[in-house]
C-alpha cells in the first residue's frame, strides 16, 4: 500500500499559540514511515512546512503519488503536541485540498485524541486516528480500517471510537534518518542562543511522556506515560544526524531526566544539545555532567512562585523558590542559556515575581514575563474547570482564556482572534 504523510504549512497569526513558529522535523511521521517501510508498503512524507509548499503544491505531490491512505496532521510535529494551537484553520484548508487526491484521508494530533466529534465535525477528513499512531498503520493492509484500535469515525450522527487511544512501545520504533536536503534545510536550532548555527540542527526523543501530573499539560490522550527510549537506538540516530553534519539537536522528552548513561555517551560525542526538564531533578553534580555532556539550553517549568500555586497547578517540589533561584544560578554556571519558565497564577504577588525575575535576569538566567495558562481540552485544568471535554470544548476554553486574560505575555500575538473568526477561513461546507 501507499501512504502519504502530510504536515501543513504552519503559521500562526491571530494565534494565543506561543510554540515556536520555526519548522521541525516530523519525528511522528518519521517513525510511522520507517515501521511502513519495514511492512513492505510505499511512503511519502510531505513536509509542506519544512518546504514552504501551499495547499495547492502539497495536494499536486500527494496527487502524483496516489496513496491509498493520506494522514494529514492538526499539530506542528510532537514537541508542541501537548499546547498546539487551538484552531484548525491550516488543517481544514489542506484538508480541504487533499480530499480529492489523497485515498482514505485521515487526521492525527492532539485535537482529534482530546476531542473526536468537534475534529469530524471541522475537517472533511473519513477519520482520524488518537494518540500515539505509529504502530497502527502497517494494520491498515490487512483489514478494515474501521477495526483499527484508535480510530474513530462518524457512524449515522454519532461518533464510533475503536478502541482507546494508542501507546507506542518505543522499543519497536527504529532509529529515524533523514535526507540529507531535509537537514539542509533546517538551519533552525530549537531554543539555542549561545552561538548562531553554522550547520544543520535536528529534532530527537530519548523518552516520552512524563511521570508527573501538571494541571497545564494536555497529555492525557497522548504521550502521557514515561517511557525511555532504548540507549543503542537513540545512539545510533544520533551518530546518524552527526555523519550527516548536524551539529545541534533538541530533545523533545516532555521531561528530559537525568541519565548517567546517555549523558556519558553524549560527552563522547562532542554534540551540542538543549533539553526541557524541572530544574528541581537536578542536583548539583547532574548538572555539572549536563554542562559537560554538551548541554547548551535549559528551558526549565517553574510555572509558579508560591507553594500554594504550584500546588494548585499539580506541581509539588521539594526546593523552596529561593533554592530553584539558586538551582538555576548553579545551572548557568555550566549551560551557556537557561530559561525558567512562568504561568500566570492568582497565588503569585506581582511584584515579587518581578522582583524574581529581574534577580534572575541579572544573574544570567532569562525568565518570561508569566503566560497565561490556556486550559487544553485533554488537561487537567480544562477537566477541573468544565468536566470531560465536549465537542464544543475547545470554543469554550479559547473564550474564557480570551475574555479572563486581555493582557496577554510577552511571547504571545498581542492581537488574538476569537477561535469561529480564526477557523472561518479555513472553514468547510460540505
Excluded at 511521521?29 to 510505499?42: D, E, I, N, V
Excluded at 495536494?59 to 484548525?88: G, H, N, Q
Excluded at 532509529?175 to 539542509?184: F, M, S, V, Y
Excluded at 501530573?213 to 514515561?226: D, S, T
Aim: hydrophobic share 40%.
Amino acid at each position: 500500500m501507499k501512504f502519504a504523510l502530510v504536515n501543513p504549512h504552519w503559521d500562526f497569526q491571530g494565534s494565543v499559540y506561543f510554540g515556536c513558529p520555526e519548522p521541525h522535523l516530523p519525528l511522528e511521521f518519521g517513525y510511522a514511515a520507517a515501521l511502513l517501510r519495514q511492512s513492505g508498503h510505499q511512503v511519502l512524507i510531505v513536509d509542506a512546512h519544512l518546504h514552504n509548499l501551499c495547499v495547492a503544491e502539497t495536494a499536486s505531490r500527494v496527487d502524483a503519488f496516489s496513496p491509498a491512505v493520506t494522514l494529514l496532521a492538526t499539530a506542528p510535529t510532537y514537541l508542541f503536541w501537548r499546547c498546539p494551537p487551538p484552531e484548525l484553520r491550516l488543517p481544514q484548508l489542506f484538508a480541504a485540498g487533499l480530499r480529492q487526491t489523497g485515498g482514505l484521508l485521515l487526521a492525527v494530533g492532539p485535537h482529534g485524541s482530546a476531542t473526536p466529534g468537534a475534529v469530524l465535525d471541522k475537517l472533511p477528513v473519513d477519520g482520524l486516528l488518537r494518540g500515539e499512531f505509529e504502530e497502527l498503520l502497517p494494520l491498515f493492509a490487512d483489514r478494515d480500517w474501521r477495526q483499527i484500535p484508535g480510530i474513530a469515525y462518524r457512524e449515522g450522527e454519532g461518533v464510533r471510537l475503536r478502541g482507546k487511544p494508542g501507546v507506542a512501545d518505543l522499543s519497536r520504533l527504529p532509529p529515524l534518518t533523514w535526507p540529507a536536503d531535509w537537514l539542509g534545510r533546517h538551519r533552525h536550532h530549537h531554543h539555542r542562543f549561545d552561538a548562531d548555527p553554522q550547520g544543520p540542527g535536528a529534532e530527537v526523543e530519548s523518552s516520552r511522556g512524563c511521570p508527573y501530573h501538571c494541571l497545564f499539560c494536555a497529555k492525557e490522550n497522548f504521550r502521557g506515560i514515561y517511557r525511555r527510549r532504548p540507549l543503542p537506538l537513540v545512539l545510533q540516530e544520533l551518530d546518524g544526524l552527526l555523519a550527516q553534519g548536524v551539529e545541534y539537536v533538541y530533545f523533545i522528552d516532555e521531561i528530559f531526566l537525568p541519565d548517567s548513561p546517555l549523558l556519558n555517551a553524549l560527552a563522547e560525542r562532542r554534540l551540542r544539545f538543549g533539553i526541557q526538564t524541572r530544574i528541581d531533578l537536578w542536583p548539583p553534580p547532574a548538572l555539572e555532567r549536563l554542562g559537560a555532556a554538551g548541554c547548551v539550553s535549559i528551558e526549565a517549568g517553574v510555572e509558579s512562585l508560591s507553594v500554594e500555586g504550584r500546588r494548585r497547578m499539580g506541581k509539588p517540589c521539594h526546593l523552596t523558590t529561593e533554592q530553584l533561584a539558586e538551582r538555576l544560578a548553579l545551572a548557568k554556571a555550566h549551560v551557556p542559556f537557561v530559561q525558567a519558565n512562568l504561568l500566570l497564577s492568582e497565588d503569585d504577588d506581582p511584584a515579587e515575581t518581578a522582583a524574581w525575575r529581574r534577580d534572575l535576569i541579572a544573574r544570567g538566567v532569562w525568565v518570561n514575563d508569566p503566560v497565561p495558562l490556556f486550559p487544553f481540552p485533554g488537561s487537567g485544568a480544562y477537566r477541573q474547570r468544565w468536566g470531560e471535554p465536549d465537542d464544543l470544548a475547545w470554543e469554550r476554553a479559547h473564550a474564557w482564556y480570551l475574555d479572563h486574560h486581555p493582557c496577554l505575555s510577552d511571547l504571545q500575538d498581542r492581537q488574538p482572534q476569537p477561535l469561529a473568526t480564526l477557523e472561518a477561513s479555513g472553514a468547510w461546507h460540505g
